[in-house]
Structures are given as structure tokens and as C-alpha cells.
């Protein structure tokens, strides 16, 4: 316990003796700055030179800066399915990248990271980007009443989100399960089965687009960028993609504002749009990173963490406010529009030295950038051990002394102290990842095994290379080749076959993957 000052457990502790008040200013705030698509090298602070990302690099050098830390999949919507419920979502079928208007996957009998933060006194909010679906059923939202389930059935007190991604209908936020800014006589309708009559498409009507897609993306048009889904009407709601950030950013403060007015403490998810695609950054970032939209984006970001921080600042919670900000998978080019990623992109390496990107086995997939800050309580440092986003929800509940039900975060295990601990080295032994194609890898920090599987060894789309082998087995010693060039599985079976054991047991552990038979035929 070098540098924690709080010895674990110290605020369940002080639960019991003292007055409720006192142990309320005693709670930390938790802030999860969650960014969408940002790759391991894509911030100033993990060594790009590209592109200058100052604000983030402030909460580094003030932080733990964690160079292996995971998030639970190589896309979206698995990783914040894993991030909520700490289970891994390779465990529940639907957990794959989630429609616009796909139903809540995450039921609101489940207990969730923000049902344990209500446990612990906390006020609990989302702002952002969801991807989780909302409703009881796929298609069957009424999105000009209150759509129900939403957040507020999982825990979260206040939510202001975007149903699912700034790239899929419906183009409007949900505040509280409801569209914000509808005019009762323009309703919104959203469909993903068929167009509605009359209305234009990136694919009928091209003429109309300002932002052309590179792949799929042609269907409905909205402020000129052609979406995945179809949608009519709800003029006065739709957002502006400029102002996303902006939108976010404030609400974000606002919530921050009004519970620290309340005195209570607060989980604030945070869910950035940035760098998601369609990269439409506000005007003020235009042209400023000289690598097009994508490095506009991420000053964009930058500019989110700057303005939160400020926040915190100005309110005098810099110091009782543990800060986590990471991403929800490793980085992707051209992930469906022509907005000059490629073409603009020099030397700049979004993943860093790690192979593969968004939607991949490989390091690039999963990798992401992870930093912690608690001014005052963690000692700054990088940190190099092993560590899961899926670990924040047991970890937590541990700092917060809340009892994780029976049955709930069956994946989640506490590594408190080596959240606040550069120093500690004990994280987790081995983490388990999924790609695009729920295929699966594990690694224990220093190897990584990726057995044989089908699917495509890359994806046309984004040119991402995926991993998929399917007659060979894969193992890299990353030690000494961090970018996975070297397949040494014929040279270290014994090492493979130890890693192949503790995934194959890893999944008998809990429920049910449907890949588990394929997984153990193909020896
Ligand atoms: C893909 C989209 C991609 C992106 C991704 C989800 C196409 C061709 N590609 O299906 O653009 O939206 O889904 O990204 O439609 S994520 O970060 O939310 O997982
Ligand atoms: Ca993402």
C-alpha cells in the first residue's frame, strides 16, 4: 500500500462509524471517460507524435497510465455489455454490435455496475454514446414516448444518450428514455427492415451527400451523411453531428454540477462519440490535427476531458474524484466513409506497435489506452501490468464495501490495489477477448494464443487483419514481439497448449459459448 493512502476497504469501514454525512464527503466521485474507437496510439501521451492530445496527457502525468490494460471485446457493444454487467460477453448471445433500434440487451433484472454505485449512495449517470438498445423488443420502440426499459431500469439515475452510434438511425438523443427536443407534430418513425416512401438514401440519392460512405452506411440521410437504418421525420431533434461533442460535454457537466449541488457523491459513465465514425467534428477543430476528421476527432476528445476536468476543478472535486478514462476498442481507419483517414494518416499509427485494430484477435483489437487519476490518493506512474475493464465493476464494489449479489459480474474480479498501485504488479493472470467474429483469445500478459477459427484472416471493409486462422493455431511471445509478427506456436505447444487449457476452462466456468465445440474439435 505504498501509494493508496486509502487502505482497501477503508470506506466500508468508515460506513459503519461514522454519520451518514461525513461518509458521504469521505466517497469518492467516479468518472469514466469512455472513448469510442481511440487505439492504443492515438494519444499524445502513449507516445504519438501525430497528434497533440494535452489534456489527456495532463491526466496521465497525474495518473497511473496502464499499458495492458483490455477492454472485453474488439467492438462496441460487447465491451460495454462487459464493462456494465462484468460479465463477459461472449457468455450471452446478442452481446454482438446492437442495431439502432435493437431492445435493451441488458435486462433490468441484472444486476449492474450502476445498481452497485446506487448500493454505495452513489448518484449515477450516463451521458453519451449507449449502444446497449433500448426497449422490450427489437423494432417495436415508440420513440415519441418514453421508451422503457432505458438506463434508469439498470441503475443509472440520469441518462442523455444516444440510442446506439452516431453512424445508426435514430439521429436524435434520449434524455431519460425520451427524445429530446420532438415536436409531437413531426413524430420520429425509425425502421431497419425498409425505407419509408418517399424518403431519400445515400444509396438512391448520392447527390444529396456531403460525407459519401466507403462501405455500407447508404441508407437513411441526415445533415447530409448517409446512416446504417432508416428514419422520418423528428426534424426539430435531430442533432447537428457538430454539436455532439459540444451536447455531450455539457450534460455531462451539468449532471456533474447538479449532484455535487446535492452534496451526493456521483458515477458519471461518460461516452464520448469521438473518434466514432461519421467523423464530423464541431468547426472549431477543423483542419487543426492536419490528419483530416479522424485527428480532428481526437481533438475533439481531448477537448471533452479538458472541459470535464475544469469541471472538476472549478467545483473543488479535483481531488475526491477518481478519473478512469479508456476506449471500447483498439482504433480503426476507415471504418465506413471517405473522410481522407487513409489517405491523411503519414505516419501516424493508431494502434501503435500492436497489430490488428477494431473488430481483430490481435493486440491492436483490445489493447486500448487506460489511464487513473485520483489527485491527492494515486501515485503517478505507468503501469505494465495485466488488467481488464471488466475488473472496474468488482474493483469498485470493493472500494465502495458493497457485496456484489450472488450470481452478479460472474467475470469481474477485484484488483483494487493495483487500480491505485503502479507499483503492484499482481493484476489479472490471464485475459480473455473476443473479436468481430466471436472468436476468442487469451492472454496472460507475456504470450497470447489465438486458436485456429474460422473467418476471415481480414477484413475487406476496414483492412483490418482479424486473426482468423482457420486450420492454425497462433501464439506470439509479446515480450519480445509486442506486434505479433512471429508465429511460435510449433516451437511452444507446451505454452500454447497451457494457455488453450485455461481458456477452455475459463469458458466451462460459466455460461455457455457457442463457439466452445468448434474450440475443442479443432485440437
Ligand atoms: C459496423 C459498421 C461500422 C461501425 C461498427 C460499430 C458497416 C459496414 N460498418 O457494422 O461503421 O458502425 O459496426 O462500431 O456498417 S462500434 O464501435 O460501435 O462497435
Ligand atoms: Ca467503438
Known sequence: MKNFILPLGALALTACNVSAESKQSERPNVLFIYADDIGYGDLSCYGTA??????????????????NAHCGAATSTPSRYGLLTGECPWRKKGTGIAAGDAAMIITPDRYTLADMFKDAGYKTGVVGKWHLGLGNETGKQDWNGVVKPNPEDIGF???????ATADRTPCIFMENGKGV???PNDPVYVSY???????????????LLRMHPSHGHDQSIVNGISRIGYMKGG??????DEDIADSITAHAIRFIERTSKEGEPFFLYLATNDIHVP?????RFIGKSGLGPRGDALLSFDWTVGEVMKTLKRLNLDENTIVILSSDNGAVIDDGYKDQAVELLGDHKPTGVYRGGKYSSYEGGTRVPCILRWKGKVQPGVSETLMSQLDWFASFASMCGVNIPEGAAPDSENHLDAWMDAEKKEGRDYVVVQNVNNNLSITDGTWKYIPAANGPAISKQTNTELGNRPNNHQLYYLVSDPGEK????????????????????????GAHYKGLKELKANQ
Open 50 to 67: 501525430a497528434v497533440k492530445t494535452p489534456n489527456v496527457e495532463a491526466l496521465a502525468s497525474e495518473g497511473i497510465r496502464f499499458t
Open 157 to 163: 439515475d440520469y441518462s442523455y444518450i444516444m440510442a
Open 181 to 183: 427536443g420532438l415536436d
Open 193 to 207: 427492415t425498409a425505407n419509408f416512401p418517399g424518403e431519400p438514401t445515400g444509396k438512391d440519392n448520392p447527390e
Open 235 to 240: 426534424k426539430s431533434a435531430l442533432w447537428r
Open 279 to 283: 467523423r464530423v467534428p464541431n468547426e
Open 486 to 509: 512471429n508465429n511460435v506456436y510449433k516451437d511452444n505447444k507446451e505454452k500454447a497448449e497451457q494457455l488453450r487449457a485455461k481458456l477452455i476452462s475459463e469458458i466451462e466456468r
